[in-house]
């Protein structure tokens, strides 16, 4: 089965590619070769590789950005899942389009599931929100897979950020009123590939198993680490940041985990192996 990805430097991608390898004919491609919102040069690479399934991980994700520069948010998180939905239409490629939880509002109070009604809060949100609705609509059978929280090797997150400021500081200020699942991103790797092998379509919520604020994670972050630095717990009111956040994004994964048969590992577990392996900052 050959797999193409496109925005497949960023973070998920770096950490999924080296996983797809061990069992799809994979081909990865960034901006630097293959703009999203370009559909001439999308077309010739669908019609020149012949892919049998194309993941999109190109994505603005700078959330506080997006407030600011809302059309190239809108461009590429909106239009290009169109654009690259109508060409995998066109040449009968399944399309897996990576989303968000920020998809949602954050209130519902309970793990979310893939029936629920999604509100987003910010423009990154809704952008990725509207992004989902074009594929949907014009690849009915493509795999929306909605992850959240995401961390790895390679690339800038919030993980790699607290250690650095850490360094720096000696101390952090962390917020404690989001919470949410910190996601190993490649272990999106084996339900992502069964679910593909399989040719399910549909939405699919896919994270680690369990549930933290940032703050607890920034703790548990340092706690494995054996690094003695003094977290402050802050409301997200005082970092006063452009776009809002969902205050409970936590998924529920029983649709992924009964369709795969995979049960997600803990998130804490998943982020040792993270910090004991890749050394990170
Ligand atoms: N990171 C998270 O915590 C998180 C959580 C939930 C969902 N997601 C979703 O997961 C997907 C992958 O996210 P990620 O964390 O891997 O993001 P990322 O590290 O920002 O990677 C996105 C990649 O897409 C590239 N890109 C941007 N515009 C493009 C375009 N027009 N055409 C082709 N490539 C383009 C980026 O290149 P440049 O860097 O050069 O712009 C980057 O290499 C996104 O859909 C995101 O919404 C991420």
Not at 2 to 24: D, S
Not at 81 to 110: E, P, Q, W
Not at 204 to 230: K, R
Request: negative net charge; contains cysteine.
């Amino acid at each position: 089965m050959k797999v193409l990805f496109a925005g497949g430097k960023g973070l998920l991608g770096t950490n999924i590619i080296p996983l797809f390898k061990k069992r799809f004919d994979v081909a990865g491609f960034d901006i630097d070769e293959w703009d999203i919102t370009d559909r001439k040069a999308g077309e010739a690479i669908i019609a020149g590789e012949r892919p049998d399934a194309l993941i999109n991980c190109a994505a603005v994700t700078d959330v506080d950005g997006c407030e600011d520069k809302r059309e190239l948010a809108e461009k590429i998180n909106s239009h290009g899942a169109a654009i690259i939905a109508d060409i995998c239409s066109k040449y009968r490629v399944k399309l897996v389009h990576i989303s968000t939880d920020y998809v949602f509002d954050g209130t519902k109070g309970l793990p979310y599931t893939e029936e629920d009604t999604p509100n987003p809060i910010s423009f990154y949100g809704k952008t990725k929100l509207w992004g989902e609705e074009q594929v949907l609509a014009k690849a009915p059978s493509s795999l929306i897979i909605r992850s959240q929280w995401l961390y790895g090797e390679g690339g800038r997150h919030f993980i790699s950020k607290v250690i650095e400021i850490a360094r720096e500081r000696g101390s952090i200020e962390v917020v404690n009123d989001q919470k949410g699942s910190p996601t190993y991103a490649k272990d999106i790797a084996e339900p992502l590939s069964i679910l593909i092998e399989k040719g399910e379509s549909g939405i699919y919520h896919i994270c680690n198993d369990g549930s933290c604020t940032w703050y607890e994670l920034a703790q548990e972050v340092f706690m494995t680490l054996g690094m003695d630095i003094q977290v402050t717990a802050v409301s997200s009111q005082a970092l006063n940041r452009k776009a809002a956040r969902p205050a409970c994004s936590v998924f529920d994964t029983k649709k992924v985990r009964n369709t795969t048969g995979i049960a997600m590992r803990s998130w804490q577990e998943a982020l040792r192996e993270y910090l004991e392996s890749s050394r990170p900052v």
